[in-house]
Nanobody, 124 residues
Framework: MLQLVESGGGSVQAGGSLRLSCVASGYTYDSYCMSWFRQAPGKEREGVAVIDADYITSYADSVKGRFTISKDKAKNTLYLQMNSLKPEDTAMYYC??????????????????WGQGTQVTVSS
């Protein structure tokens, strides 16, 4: 089984930065697509960023130029660097993984593994 644990969330003022981490353990297969999703109160869960098994990335239009997804396979860790944060970025952020090599259009309900989430709150 694969276990995912997020950290790095918190409260920050608009324009500030946070870096989220997702540590994976219990790998049974080492070529995962990995993604960040977020969900705000009253909203559906939405994809934020994806990095596939070939290190190709994609981003939601709302975060392009501000967020960067990366991974360090040696540390079994996924990251989301968030800069120029806005109040509308406030949400619970989730790490997700799937065994597919390509997953840039994979909807959230088809991902196999999920973390518990970490809260990000942006105030002005």
């Amino acid at each position: 089984m694969l276990q995912l644990v997020e950290s790095g969330g918190g409260s920050v003022q608009a324009g500030g930065s946070l870096r989220l981490s997702c540590v994976a353990s219990g790998y049974t297969y080492d070529s995962y697509c990995m993604s960040w999703f977020r969900q705000a109160p009253g909203k559906e869960r939405e994809g934020v960023a994806v990095i596939d098994a070939d290190y190709i990335t994609s981003y939601a239009d709302s975060v392009k130029g501000r967020f960067t997804i990366s991974k360090d396979k040696a540390k079994n860790t996924l990251y989301l660097q968030m800069n120029s944060l806005k109040p509308e970025d406030t949400a619970m952020y989730y790490c997700a993984a799937d065994r597919r090599r390509y997953c840039h259009t994979l909807p959230h309900d088809l991902y196999n593994y999920w973390g518990q989430g970490t809260q990000v709150t942006v105030s002005s």
